[in-house]
């Protein structure tokens, strides 16, 4: 198993670009969310979805989109990008996102936006 | 959802016993508390979970008293490479899937 992983590893932005974030894990799990990590700080939730089709907001949601096509694939579009969303971003899995469940992250999306 | 405050950073000696707190005084009937590891330019890593009492793994041990409104996550004799950031986590139930990290515990261990 790969496990979560995410691509591409590092990207540069102009400020008003547009860019999709690529997410997948192959462990057939339903929760699949996406985090930003900014520098020193801990992780805030952006969005998540508990299955195919289904996504919901989480604590910092503005200036992105997500979408839930098929189990595997949780893909973070930037809408237009601003400096303020300059951080590593980090995806996750489990099973059905229940308390009992153990999350899985992937390596990180490193993005700058000048 | 349950918010959870810990220390913001903690040092301790190689070979000691480190103990980091978490308060969680909103946790729900259900609510499972989990602990994660951060290293620098890393995704969280999973340490332990637990619901009531005491649980211990390979590499740590979680208490978590009668009322749960807080925990603590225990590591044994610590070495220089368990120097990183612990969450503590906790919800994930009745329906609501937001986790939410607190701020962490930077964790350094010293020679």
């Known amino acids: 198993n790969a496990g979560v992983t995410q691509t591409p590893k590092f990207q540069v932005l102009k400020t008003g670009q547009s860019m999709t974030l690529q997410c997948a894990q192959d462990m057939n799990h339903e929760y699949m969310s996406w985090y930003r990590q900014d520098p020193g700080m801990g992780l805030r939730l952006i969005h998540y979805?508990?299955?195919?089709?289904?996504?919901d907001q989480g604590e910092v949601p503005n200036g992105y989109n997500v979408s839930r096509s098929t189990t595997e694939d949780f893909p973070l579009r930037l809408l237009s990008a601003a400096p303020s969303q300059t951080s590593v971003y980090f995806c996750?899995?489990?099973?059905?996102?229940?308390?009992?469940?153990?999350?899985?992250f992937g390596p990180g999306t490193r993005l700058t936006v000048t | 959802l349950a918010k959870t405050t810990q220390p913001i950073s903690m040092d301790s000696y190689e070979g000691q016993e480190v103990n980091i707190t978490c308060s969680h005084n909103n946790i729900a009937t259900n609510d499972y508390i989990t602990w994660y590891q951060q290293f620098p330019s890393q995704g969280p890593r999973f340490i332990i979970q637990g619901y009531k009492t005491k649980v211990t793994n390979e590499v740590a041990s979680l208490f978590i008293p009668a009322d749960r409104k807080s925990s603590t996550l225990s590591l044994p004799r610590v070495s220089l490479s368990d120097t990183a950031v612990y969450y503590c986590?906790?919800?994930?139930?009745?329906?609501?899937?937001?986790?939410?990290f607190g701020t962490g515990t930077r964790l350094k261990v010293l020679a």
């Open positions: 986590l906790v919800g994930g139930t009745s329906g609501t899937y937001k986790y939410i």
């Open positions: 996750a899995s489990s099973t059905a996102g229940r308390g009992g469940d153990e999350q899985y």
């Open positions: 979805s508990v299955g195919a089709g289904i996504t």
